[in-house]
């Protein structure tokens, strides 16, 4: 286990300490306690899948947040000149025609 893995796990694993819940399902909690008195590995591979989607998760947040921004900056910046002749400030002169 790498230093940063250690690291996570201890994290989580605070975060557990500090979950106090009173209003527990009690159906849910005993099946949770079947389950893990029958797979002694469950709270390992729980703690596992836990860490991978939270990783997931901030991967998945950071990726909207950046396509959100180029999404914002695409918006700002035309697809098309402002107008048809490029944005141009001075109007062009209109053509003489010579009535003769």
Avoid: C, W
């Amino acid at each position: 286990m790498t230093p940063h893995e250690t690291a996570l796990v201890a994290t989580l694993l605070e975060r557990l300490k500090k979950t106090d819940s009173p209003d527990k399902d009690s159906e849910a909690e005993a099946l949770i306690r079947q389950t893990t008195a029958e797979q002694p590995d469950a709270a390992y591979h729980l703690v596992q899948i836990v860490l991978i989607q939270d990783l997931s998760l901030h991967v998945a947040q950071n990726r909207i947040a950046e396509l959100e921004k180029t999404l914002a900056e695409t918006k700002t910046v035309s697809f098309l000149p402002h107008s048809f002749l490029g944005g141009l400030s001075e109007p062009v002169p209109k053509p003489v025609l010579s009535a003769a």
